[in-house]
């Protein structure tokens, strides 16, 4: 099924995530046939030609049909002249050009391509160069949009005299890897408009209107090892996300987690998904989309989980507390990035646990490609007290402690566990 249909089976459950984004929706007029209507109230969505699933005949190309259930076209909010299909699209060209050159970059690390944030985190000329090659995608391929980017990065750090020779590099990366595409005929790329596209990334997001979540490389220091990282980009609408991208250059198509793994498996995913319409996976480089769907385990002592690599970006003490009180066997898979997410959403694992040191504040560029990503796998993602994740406050997650992500079976004694063992690390030792 291409990942760019406009229709999808209209369930029940389709129906709750519809409300959901609009509390305003009456889920009742699901039961009717219907007009094609306009929703006129702030958080505005188009619903039209809702069919009956009665006849295969009658379902779009790509629709899979049940029974007692309809088929419905969904466009965006008002705030956008385009649908989530066409934003989709967009997003995925984005990521995958993006890609590329973080790819080229990582076959030749030079020393000088890697400097210091102010945060001390090492960032690359890929990182600033995937941000610019994002921005300049998404407002080429969505030209009467007004774009609202929420991302990483800033130009701060590359107007400083010492980045010069950085800030040219990137400038070539670019230019380089545009017309190697071929895509966009546009005159290369001036070091001045290089900062300005970096700095469209400053929007504060929040619940109104539509802004795209980006975090050009999700995992660093994974890029730098030559491990795992993400090209990670979503869309908020009125504060809900409502699709994402994950480009995950070296994730393998099979599952990390195979004893069958070898040199000759491809490597180079790209997961993508849409509000009621479920998660996607191809290969970087075009195969068809296919479905993917979380893992159906429901027996603890069969599950496995994930967790971050670097001890300092989640407590692994704390995780392998909760692992034991659920009956966990298998050893924790420690992979950057949320390249987790993705191998979760298609069933490498069954949990994902992430629990950062106390004072830190979780970003929504860090998690929003990868939360729908495992929703529309039918996964649960929340924080440590079981409530959902709120992308509508800004730039940042207002959390309970950490965030836990399973399968929808699994995740009410995973939650027991999770705050189980926060009840006894809080507890003074004798």
């Not at 619940?207 to 994974?222: A, M, R």
Request: hydrophobic fraction near 35%; glycine fraction near 6%; charge should be neutral.
């Amino acid at each position: 099924m291409a990942s760019s249909s406009s229709c999808i089976t209209f369930t029940a459950a389709a129906a709750s995530r519809l409300v959901h984004l609009n509390p305003k929706l009456n889920p009742n007029l699901f039961k009717f046939k219907l007009k094609p209507i306009s929703l006129t109230n702030k958080s505005l969505y188009t619903f039209v030609t809702l069919k009956s699933s009665s006849s295969s005949s009658s379902l779009p190309a790509g629709t899979t049909r049940s029974s007692n259930n309809r088929s419905i076209t969904m466009s965006s909010s008002s705030s956008s002249p385009y649908s989530y299909n066409q934003q989709l699209v967009a997003a995925k060209k984005a990521a995958s050009l993006a890609s590329r050159l973080c790819q080229n970059v990582q076959k030749e690390l030079l020393q000088s391509d890697v400097q210091s944030k102010s945060d001390k985190s090492p960032v690359t000329v890929a990182d600033y160069g995937s941000q610019v090659l994002v921005s300049f995608v998404l407002q080429k391929e969505l030209p009467s949009q007004t774009f609202s980017l929420v991302a990483e990065e800033d130009s701060g750090d590359l107007r400083k005299e010492e980045s010069q020779e950085t800030l040219q590099r990137i400038t070539k990366l670019v230019n380089d890897t545009i017309a190697n595409d071929g895509t966009y005929n546009v005159t290369p790329l001036s070091e001045t408009e290089v900062l300005t596209i970096i700095d469209c990334g400053t929007s504060e997001g929040g619940p109104n209107g539509q802004h795209w979540v980006l975090d050009p490389i999700d995992g660093t220091k994974g890029f730098l090892r030559g491990d795992q990282y993400a090209i990670a980009l979503g869309l908020l609408d009125e504060g809900k996300v409502v699709l994402g991208v994950l480009a995950c250059p070296n994730l393998p198509l099979e599952s990390i987690t195979s004893q069958h793994q070898n040199a000759l498996n491809k490597v180079g995913c790209l997961f993508s998904a849409q509000l009621s319409c479920g998660t996607y996976m191809e290969s970087l480089d075009g195969s068809t989309p296919v479905k993917v769907h979380v893992s159906n385990t429901e027996n603890p002592e069969e599950a496995s989980f994930f967790e971050s690599y670097e001890a300092a970006h989640s407590s692994h003490s704390l995780s392998g507390s909760i692992a034991k009180k659920l009956g966990v066997k298998a050893p924790p898979c420690r992979i950057d990035s949320q390249a987790k997410y993705g191998a979760l959403s298609r069933g490498d694992g069954v949990i994902y646990l992430r629990f950062p040191n106390k004072g830190y504040r979780e970003k929504i560029w860090d998690h929003a490609a990868g939360y729908i990503v495992i929703a529309e796998a039918g996964g649960v993602a929340s924080d440590a007290a079981g409530k959902p994740l709120d992308f509508s406050k800004g730039r940042y997650l207002d959390l309970d402690t950490g965030i836990i992500v399973t399968n929808q079976k699994l995740m009410p004694a995973l939650l027991k566990a999770v705050q189980d063992s926060l009840k006894e690390q809080a507890l003074p030792s004798l």
